[in-house]
Every structure is written in C-alpha cells, then in structure tokens.
C-alpha cells in the first residue's frame, strides 16, 4: 500500500498562522505601549564609546544589514530556481520585498522611537519597530533551512546548520539590544514578522517544508516485511542540474513508500531506449522520468502499451508534455505527483515513416518542412542559455525555407494537395508560451489534429499567425485543421521531419496514428487539464 503524509499542509498552515497572529497581537501591544516598562527595564549597559566590544558589535551590525541578507536569500532563491526548485525559489523572491518593504510600513505605522544609544550607528536610522535587521536574518535562515530541508541534506549538515543558524540570530540580536539599537519587543517584533513573512511566502508558492524528525513521524512508512516494489528511475544526466540532491530526494520519497529504486542513465548514444526497455523486462511497477522532451518521448515509446504507471519529472527546456498536461515544473512537486497520483491513461500517436514499421511514438507533435528544420537548426548552447527563446533565433534565420507539394489524407476522407509550409500533427494542442497552435488537440480523446500552413505571401503569414495567437476560428484558406485518427502524408522531396520537438531524420513520406490509451500517465486525482475539451470538463464538473 503507498505510504501518504498526514498534515503537512496542516503543519504549514499553524506555523503560517501562528507567526501572522503572534506578530499582530505584539504589534498591538506595542502600540498600546504596554511594554514601555518593560522594555525600558531590560535595556543594555551602554558599551564604553570607542572600546574594542563597540567596534566588533558595530562590525556585526554592518555586516548583517538587511540588503546584505536579503542579497544572500536572492542568491540561495536563484540557486534554487536553477536546480527547478523552483516554488521554493518563487518563494524566497517574494519574501525579500514584503519582508523588506513591509518593515518599513510598520515602522512608518507605528513611528516608534528608538531607545538612546551613546553609539554612532549608521545601521540604526529611523523608526525602531519592528527590528530590520532581525527579520533580515529570519528570513535568512529560514530560507537557508528550508533548502537544506527541500534537497535532503545529511543530519550532520542539518544539525551543523542549525547550530550556525540559531547562533547567527542570536549575535544580530544581542547586537542590536547591546549597541540599544532597538528595544526588546523590536527584536522579537522583527523575528516574528520575518517567520511570518517566509512561511505565508512558502504556504502561498505550493512549498511545504516539514522539519526531519517530525516529516518521519507524519509518514506512514511501509510493512518492512513486504517485497519492496520496484520504480525504475530513468535521467538524462545532462538535464538534472543537482544529482546529488535529486537522488537523495527521490530515495527518501520511495523509500517512504515501500519502493526500490533502479537507477537508469541515459547516454548520448542511447537517449533512453534500453533503459525503458530494461525497465520493462524487470517488470517495475513505477518508472519515473527525469529529462527533456526526447528523453520523455523515448519513455512513453518505450512504456505504450505496457500498463506501468509513468511519473513525469520536467528536466529539460520545452517540457511540452508536461505544460500541456498541467504537470508541475518545479522538481520536487511534480516528484510527489507521479509519487502519490492517479493512473490516467492517455493517448499516443505512432508515427512511420518511409513505410518503416512499426514505428515510434510521440505524445506531443510530429512536423515536417520549416517547423522541423527549425528544430534541428536550433543551436543547443543556446537553447540552455536562453531556453525556448532559441527556437526563435533559428525560426527568423529560416524564414524563407521553401515549402513542399503534399498530399493529405485524412482517414478515409479526400486527398488535399497543398503547396505547404507547415504540416503539424499534434496529440496535444500547446507549444512554448502557450501558444495555441491546436488549441482542440486533448491527449485522450482518441484523436490526432492536423494543421497544415499554406501561405502565399507575408501578408498570410501574418493572418495566420495572428488566427493562431488569438484562436480566431473563421475559414482561412491558407490554413487547414483537420481532426481524424490516420494521417498520411507525401511530399514531392526529402524533409526534415521531427517529434516532440527533436528532429528525427528525413523522410519523403508518413503515416501517423492514433493509438488510445496508450500510455499509463501518474496526474493528480480529478486531473483535467489537457485531457478533455473544455465543454467536456465543463459539464462533468455540473
């Protein structure tokens, strides 16, 4: 039985809410001056002007100001962002400017004065409540935990941290009171707005950060007399930017639900194919996916018509499947999907080429003319620089690529001849951007879509696209969407023509068929996103 958590949406939300609340009741406390006294009663013993303890504590406080805290959250959040944790990221991002920006609301609110100082601090400017430089730091350390949390580090690196992190907010905060920067009930102002900014941040952006010792008490962990089940882990090296993480990550959720894990690499030479078929052969009842769109598209070729439950985890720079099917880019959400979601069969597309049989499957699109050498134009050190934005450079340098006379046949409908530009057959309708290039492909509805672009000057190009970006449904006759289950095309040369976005090889001649249900896809329960027309979901959801 898969082994799930228990609240730790609830354990978020009570450390979220008792942060907000504890912040707002001393806040109101504050204003009411009911701790004047006692503030005043546990102020510090002045420091000798101009003594070696005063130039070490103002050196403290220098060097922990909040612009130098927060500089260091934004390099842990574009850290993050580059190893795809990227809710965790977003998180951190929005927590440096409420944080920041929201101290000195409060301090303009309140207009509390400081308490008087014999020091000359150039850190200690302006109103006094609540303390800059103490939600600085906790949101400093508590983005710092957080990541050490998320990616899985040893207990020697967690217990390590803690003792620096605990020992780095207790010097800002003796700091401030022995320099009589801020009062007490400033310091303990600033630590609970800092907490309950970076937790409401962490709620808000889908992170879900539990510490160890209590994330071990809310799983269930499986029988340890049960056979482990099997999860076959297929990566594209080159696109897991954080092995290490991402393998400490991926044992302690299978672990956590009673599987084993096969670790399977792909290489340059093999993109994947024997690793899928491996996995197939040693009956694994999970393969999870860790790759870019040609990794994933070799998986579900490997994968149809086999019934093992396929978890997708986005790792490369179009991600296509996973935009289209609504599943999560960030690593370690999309991870506890394919971990703990619904079996969802979804269909495929076979496609032949040159009558080659039997075949390979895509599951987003397959293209022949301009759109095919664009993708094997596109320059790979580029596209890793600049993601999908690459795809563009390669599209205007190949603006005038000739089109080519085919012939199209629908099922058993008429032959079309088209002197075309652009033939696309999709399973999925979405490209980069979201761009609704068949907005009415679903990936289950036992259909493919075929668009074919047949433009004859700049002035259809334009309509065309502009009929694309903003869904305009009206008769085009340079543009042709057909929906069928068989599609074959010929053309009158050899052409480039690509799936999923890689391109594949030439070919003078194809044969594209639907095959439904194909793939055995893990989304989250009542998943729709993608999979059905919009009326369709509409009127289950009635």
């Known amino acids: ?109 309140l207009a509390r004065e400081r308490p008087e100082s014999p020091h000359e601090l150039i850190t200690a400017l302006g109103h006094s409540y609540p303390s800059q430089h103490a939600a600085a730091i906790t949101v400093l350390v508590v983005a710092v935990t957080a990541t050490l949390i998320h990616t899985r580090q040893p207990r020697t690196v967690m217990l390590g941290w803690r003792v620096a992190g605990l020992a780095l907010v207790a010097v800002v905060l003796l700091d401030r009171w022995i ?10 102002g600033g630590l609970l707005w800092g907490a309950a900014v970076v937790a409401s941040a962490m709620l808000a952006c889908g992170v879900r950060v539990v510490p160890p010792e209590l994330d071990r008490l809310l799983v269930a962990r499986p029988d340890p007399e049960r056979e482990l089940r099997t999860c076959a882990v297929v990566y594209n090296p080159a696109r897991v930017t954080d092995w290490p993480g991402f393998r400490r990550r991926v044992e302690y959720e299978l672990d956590a639900r009673g599987y084993r894990p096969l670790w399977l690499e792909t290489t340059a030479a093999d993109p994947g194919r024997a690793m899928t078929l491996r996995a197939v052969r040693e009956r694994a ?43 999560p880019l960030d690593e370690s959400t999309a991870l506890l999907m394919a971990l703990d979601g619904v079996d969802t069969p979804v269909d495929l597309v076979r496609l032949a080429v040159d009558g080659q049989q039997p075949g390979e499957h895509f599951s987003v699109m397959a293209g022949l003319g301009v759109d095919a050498v664009i993708m094997a134009a596109t320059n790979p050190d580029l596209k890793r620089a600049v993601g999908s934005a690459a795809y ?46 068949i907005p009415d492909a679903r990936a289950n509805d036992g259909l493919l879509d075929l668009m074919v672009a047949s433009p004859r000057s700049a002035r259809d190009w334009a309509r065309i696209v502009t009929r694309v970006l903003t869904r305009r449904e009206h008769g085009d006759a340079a543009l042709d969407r057909i929906t069928g289950r068989r599609v074959s095309i010929r053309i009158d040369r050899t052409d480039p023509y690509q799936m999923d976005g890689d391109t594949v ?38």
């Open 285 to 327: 009842d999970l393969v999870l996916g860790a790759g870019g769109d040609g990794t994933i598209r070799i998986i579900c070729d490997g994968l149809a018509g086999t019934g093992i439950p396929f978890g997708l985890i986005p790792a490369g720079t179009g991600n296509l499947l996973a935009k289209n099917l609504g599943i």
């Open 179 to 188: 320099m009589s920067a801020h009062w007490l009930s400033d310091l303990l």
């Open 1 to 109: 039985m898969t082994a799930r958590r228990r609240l730790p949406s609830t354990f978020a939300w009570a450390v979220s809410v008792a942060a907000v609340l504890g912040f707002a009741l001393l806040t109101l406390v504050v204003a009411q001056g009911w701790l004047d006294g006692l503030d005043r009663a546990t102020t510090a013993v002045p420091l000798v002007p101009g003594s070696a303890a005063e130039e070490i504590f103002a050196a403290i406080a220098l060097v922990t100001t909040p612009v130098v805290c927060y500089s260091v959250v934004l390099g842990y959040a574009l850290w993050c962002l580059r190893r795809r944790l990227r809710n965790l990221a977003m998180a951190m991002f929005l927590s440096i400017p409420v944080a920041w920006g929201g101290g000195y609301a409060w301090k303009a609110l």
């Open 392 to 437: 563009f450079v390669a599209a205007a340098r190949h603006a005038s690529y000739p089109p080519v006379n085919a012939r199209i046949r629908v099922d058993d409908g008429p032959e079309l001849r088209r002197r075309a530009s652009v033939i696309v057959i999709g399973n999925v309708g979405f490209l980069q951007g979201g761009i609704p290039l």
């Open 505 to 542: 090889g030439t070919c003078s001649q194809l044969v594209a068929e639907v095959v439904p249900g194909a793939l055995t896809l893990r989304l989250p329960p009542g998943h729709r996103h993608g999979l059905v027309a919009p009326a369709a979901a509409t009127a289950s959801s009635t």
